[in-house]
T-cell receptor, first 109, second 114 residues
Framework: RKEVEQDPGPFNVPEGATVAFNCTYS??????FFWYRQDCRKEPKLLMS???SGNEDGRFTAQLNRASQYISLLIRDSKLSDSATYLCVVKAAGNKLTFGGGTRVLVKP | EAGVVQSPRYKIIEKKQPVAFWCNPISGHNTLYWYLQNLGQGPELLIR????????DSQLPKDRFSAERLKGVDSTLKIQPAELGDSAVYLC????????????FGPGTRLTVL
């Protein structure tokens, strides 16, 4: 079983709609969680951290469920520019980040 | 502020040939990472440096891969000899001492082994 698993998608989303997807992690001792965004043929960039109480950044909302060991990302009012691959990232002890395989989102007009 | 610089951006070689990738991290970032990313997958850590010390190289295939960061700044990743399965994007990233959580990635080197 992979340490961090994601549905690869693609999630085809009409412009203006809401899309949500999850990521599961296997290490119960994981300490920190993040979502990175990666555009096609570009490098990954930090989108947002995921806090225990959940957090929101504009149209993006991240949630953490430690009991079930998953994190989620919700995008409201999707824009064409939201089309990208979203990488779930988990940090265990020792500052090592483990990346999931990514969830591809395609926002269409 | 300049970002993470990598060169070359693209490299095509024949199998069994050697290849080297270079990375210059963001100024002041003492932690440097090398990742391998295959198509449709997330980055996989190869090696992590704290200054000039390799603190995590457990995923580096040491029979053919080597890395160095002699002065704690620039780093070089080498493959010798390259195999067909080494075709991938090699990403370098760096982070600052007070913000380990945010890694800044370079544009990567896309390697094709024929």
């Amino acid at each position: 079983r992979k340490e961090v698993e994601q549905d690869p998608g693609p999630f085809n989303v009409p412009e203006g709609a809401t899309v949500a997807f999850n990521c599961t992690y296997s290490n119960s001792a994981s300490q920190s969680f993040f979502w990175y965004r990666q555009d096609c043929r570009k490098e990954p960039k930090l989108l947002m951290s995921v806090y225990s109480s959940g957090n929101e950044d504009g149209r993006f909302t991240a949630q953490l469920n430690r009991a079930s060991q998953y994190i989620s990302l919700l995008i409201r009012d999707s824009k064409l520019s939201d089309s990208a691959t979203y990488l779930c990232v988990v940090k265990a002890a020792g500052n090592k980040l483990t990346f999931g395989g990514g969830t591809r989102v395609l926002v269409k007009p | 502020e300049a970002g993470v610089v990598q060169s070359p951006r693209y490299k095509i070689i024949e199998k069994k040939q050697p290849v080297a990738f270079w990375c210059n991290p963001i100024s002041g970032h003492n932690t440097l990472y090398w990742y391998l990313q295959n198509l449709g997958q997330g980055p996989e850590l190869l090696i992590r440096y704290e200054n000039e010390e390799a603190v995590d190289d457990s995923q580096l295939p040491k029979d053919r891969f080597s890395a160095e960061r002699l002065k704690g700044v620039d780093s070089t990743l080498k493959i010798q000899p390259a195999e067909l399965g080494d075709s991938a994007v090699y990403l370098c990233a760096s982070s600052s001492p007070d913000r380990y959580n945010e890694q800044f990635f370079g544009p990567g080197t896309r390697l094709t082994v024929l």
